[in-house]
C-alpha cells in the first residue's frame, strides 16, 4: 500500500475513533438544551402533527429523537469522509484499504454485538435510555451504513474481500435486521439499508433492482452489442448518355 493511501486509512480511523470519544463524553454529542430547531422538525414515528402543536414549552426529546438528530449528523461526515477515500485512493490499493477498513468495521460491530447481548438487547427492543447499551447500538447502526457505502460504491473490489468472511456475513445479516427493526430511520435511509441488503445478499434482489451508486467504471457492461441494421445500397442508375447504333456506324 502506497504512503498516500497508508494516511488516508489511518486518517479515517482517527476520525472514526475520534467521533465516538466525543460522542460518549458529551452523551452522543446532543444534550436537552442543544434540541435545535431542525430537531423538532425532523419527522418522528411517535409524534404526530396534532402532538406536536400541544406540546409545552419544556418538551424534552426522546433518546430516540437526540439519537435522529446525532445519526443526521453524523451521516453527512460519513458520507464526506468516505467520498474523500474513494477519491484519493489509487485502484491498485483499494483492496489493501478495503481488507483495513472493513477488518476494522466487522470488529466494532463484534464488540458491539457481545455487548448488546450481555445485556438483553434484541433487535426490535425499544431505543436504549442507558448510555452504554445505546453507544452499542449506535455503533452497529452506523457502521452498517458505512459498509452500505462501501458495498454499493465499490461491489467489485468490497464483495471480494468481503465475500471470503463468513463470520462477517453473519454480523452483517444480524446488523441489518437490527437497523430495520430500531425505528430510528428514515423511508429513504431504510431503502439505502434495503439496496445494501440486495447486494450483499440478504434479500433477494427484485427485477427492478438497480444500484444508483455506482459510478461509470463500476457499471456493468453489455458483453455484446445487437449489430446495426445494414443499409441497403440503392442500385446506381447508369448514365448513359446518347449512343450510335451499329447501322449509324
Given at each position: 500500500?502506497?504512503?498516500?493511501?497508508?494516511?488516508?486509512?489511518?486518517?479515517?480511523?482517527?476520525?472514526?475513533?475520534?467521533?465516538?470519544?466525543?460522542?460518549?463524553n458529551s452523551e452522543h454529542g446532543v444534550?436537552?438544551?442543544?434540541?435545535?430547531?431542525?430537531?423538532?422538525?425532523?419527522?418522528?414515528?411517535?409524534?404526530?402533527?396534532?402532538?406536536?402543536?400541544?406540546?409545552?414549552?419544556?418538551?424534552?426529546?426522546?433518546?430516540?429523537?437526540?439519537?435522529?438528530?446525532?445519526?443526521?449528523?453524523?451521516?453527512?461526515?460519513?458520507?464526506?469522509?468516505?467520498?474523500?477515500?474513494?477519491?484519493?485512493?489509487?485502484?491498485?490499493?483499494?483492496?489493501?484499504?478495503?481488507?483495513?477498513?472493513?477488518?476494522?468495521?466487522?470488529?466494532?460491530?463484534?464488540?458491539?454485538?457481545?455487548?448488546?447481548?450481555?445485556?438483553?438487547?434484541?433487535?426490535?427492543?425499544?431505543?436504549?435510555?442507558?448510555?452504554?447499551?445505546?453507544?452499542?447500538?449506535?455503533?452497529?447502526?452506523?457502521?452498517?451504513?458505512?459498509?452500505?457505502?462501501?458495498?454499493l460504491q465499490r461491489p467489485k473490489a468490497?464483495?471480494?474481500?468481503?465475500?471470503?468472511?463468513?463470520d462477517w456475513q453473519d454480523q452483517l445479516?444480524?446488523?441489518?435486521?437490527?437497523?430495520?427493526?430500531?425505528?430510528?430511520?428514515?423511508?429513504?435511509?431504510?431503502?439505502?439499508?434495503?439496496?445494501?441488503?440486495?447486494?450483499?445478499?440478504?434479500?433477494?434482489?427484485?427485477?427492478?433492482?438497480?444500484?444508483?451508486?455506482?459510478?461509470?467504471?463500476?457499471?456493468?457492461?453489455?458483453?455484446?452489442?445487437?449489430?446495426?441494421?445494414?443499409?441497403?445500397?440503392?442500385?446506381?442508375?447508369?448514365?448513359?448518355?446518347?449512343?450510335?447504333?451499329?447501322?449509324?456506324?
Amino acid at each position: 500500500m502506497s504512503r498516500r493511501n497508508q494516511f488516508v486509512v489511518e486518517l479515517f480511523l482517527v476520525v472514526t475513533l475520534l467521533y465516538y470519544a466525543h460522542s460518549s463524553n458529551s452523551e452522543h454529542g446532543v444534550t436537552d438544551e442543544t434540541h435545535t430547531e431542525s430537531e423538532s422538525k425532523r419527522p418522528s414515528a411517535a409524534v404526530t402533527d396534532s402532538n406536536k402543536q400541544s406540546q409545552p414549552t419544556n418538551y424534552k426529546p426522546s433518546s430516540l429523537e437526540k439519537y435522529r438528530l446525532r445519526f443526521s449528523q453524523y451521516r453527512g461526515i460519513q458520507t464526506q469522509v468516505m467520498q474523500s477515500v474513494f477519491q484519493k485512493v489509487e485502484k491498485k490499493d483499494l483492496n489493501g484499504l478495503l481488507s483495513t477498513m472493513l477488518k476494522n468495521l466487522f470488529k466494532i460491530t463484534q464488540d458491539a454485538r457481545a455487548n448488546l447481548t450481555a445485556v438483553g438487547y434484541v433487535s426490535g427492543d425499544e431505543f436504549p435510555d442507558d448510555p452504554e447499551t445505546k453507544e452499542d447500538l449506535s455503533k452497529v447502526l452506523e457502521n452498517t451504513f458505512m459498509f452500505g457505502d462501501l458495498l454499493l460504491q465499490r461491489p467489485k473490489a468490497t464483495h471480494s474481500v468481503y465475500d471470503e468472511h463468513k463470520d462477517w456475513q453473519d454480523q452483517l445479516n444480524w446488523a441489518y435486521n437490527v437497523c430495520s427493526k430500531s425505528g430510528v430511520f428514515t423511508v429513504p435511509e431504510q431503502q439505502f439499508l434495503d439496496l445494501m441488503a440486495m447486494e450483499a445478499g440478504i434479500l433477494p434482489k427484485d427485477a427492478t433492482f438497480e444500484n444508483p451508486y455506482l459510478d461509470d467504471s463500476e457499471k456493468p457492461r453489455k458483453r455484446f452489442e445487437e449489430p446495426k441494421p445494414k443499409e441497403k445500397k440503392k442500385p446506381k442508375k447508369s448514365q448513359r448518355g446518347p449512343r450510335l447504333s451499329r447501322t449509324e456506324l
